[in-house]
């Protein structure tokens, strides 16, 4: 049974290949490992490309290792905006963000990556100024995703309804499909009334995982696990999702069937990948 966990983060100075195991021996098979932040480097070198070289060394260190299967994510992470800005100022900011963006939808294109991703907004309130900056650099980021024909990955302030239809409308406006487009750290917006066409990736808690599946089949799970020694099992646990699924089944909220269309048919739809 294929359990596919589509949001995590690690770090070397994490808990790193002993986080893998951990979803591994709770019965994951498939994972997909997102850029981690790395503003600190990313000002060093004025550049993304180091850091998504660095995540995409990690993937196949893991794949070599342990018996799973990773796909990566890389994109420029909204919220380093807020940091570039006091190195470089604005334009130079929003030159070299649009910059990781032409570098991610690169590595896409070259088949190393599934999407773009982390990409969107801060998530806590900042200036207009600020929104507009990130409006403007997502955008461009989703241009440059239906262009090379591949997903992107949102990260943003709290998921509404009317938030879902405005991000659908303006990768519509760039070419971009709303079925490539995944919504990180959802709520169980499942519904096309409710999202609009995104794919919501439902953070795995019991009470959100719930309701997804009390409501239907599409949309992916995530832990958002970051690695982070400061704040261990943070966001959830790798082990969360392979232990909802199982719940899932066997409490018969969801068939062995249905949980395939959640943890393999929505990722190779909406990735363009084949996972057996
Ligand atoms: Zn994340």
């Known amino acids: 049974m294929i359990i596919f966990d589509n949001h995590m983060h690690l770090r070397r100075d994490g808990r790193y290949l002993d986080a893998v195991k951990e979803f591994i021996k709770a019965g994951g098979t498939h994972f997909v490992l997102c850029q981690y932040p790395m503003t600190q480097k990313v000002i060093e070198h004025k550049s993304y490309e180091p850091i998504f070289q660095e995540t995409l060394k990690m993937a196949e260190e893991i794949q070599k290792n342990m018996d799973v299967t990773v796909y990566t994510t890389v994109g420029p992470y909204p919220v380093d905006y807020l940091k570039l800005i006091d190195v470089l100022g604005r334009e130079e900011t929003i030159d070299l963000m649009k910059k990781g963006m032409d570098q991610a939808a690169h590595l896409c294109e070259e088949g190393h990556c599934i999407a773009i991703g982390e990409i969107g907004r801060p998530h806590f309130p900042v200036d207009p100024q600020v929104m507009e900056d990130a409006d403007q650099i997502l955008s461009y980021g989703m241009k440059r995703a239906a262009e090379v024909d591949t997903a992107v990955v949102l990260h943003t302030e709290t998921t509404t309804i ?18 490539r487009i995944v919504k990180h750290f959802a709520p169980p917006l499942i ?12 953070l795995a808690s019991r009470k959100n995982i719930e309701e997804a599946a009390f409501k239907g089949t599409r949309f992916m799970m995530e832990t958002d696990y970051i690695d982070d020694p400061r704040r261990p099992g943070a966001v959830l646990s790798p082990k969360t999702v392979p232990k909802r699924t199982f719940e899932l089944l066997n409490n018969n909220h969801l068939s062995e069937d249905e949980l395939g269309i959640i943890h393999q048919e929505n990722p190779e739809k909406t990735y363009h990948i084949s996972m057996e």
Not at 163 to 175: A, D, P, S
Not at 191 to 196: K, L, P, V
């Open 162 to 179: 009317a938030q879902c239809e405005q991000l659908v409308h303006m990768g519509e406006k760039v070419g971009l499909a709303s079925d």
């Open 191 to 202: 519904y096309q009334e409710e999202n609009f066409g995104l794919i919501p990736s439902v």
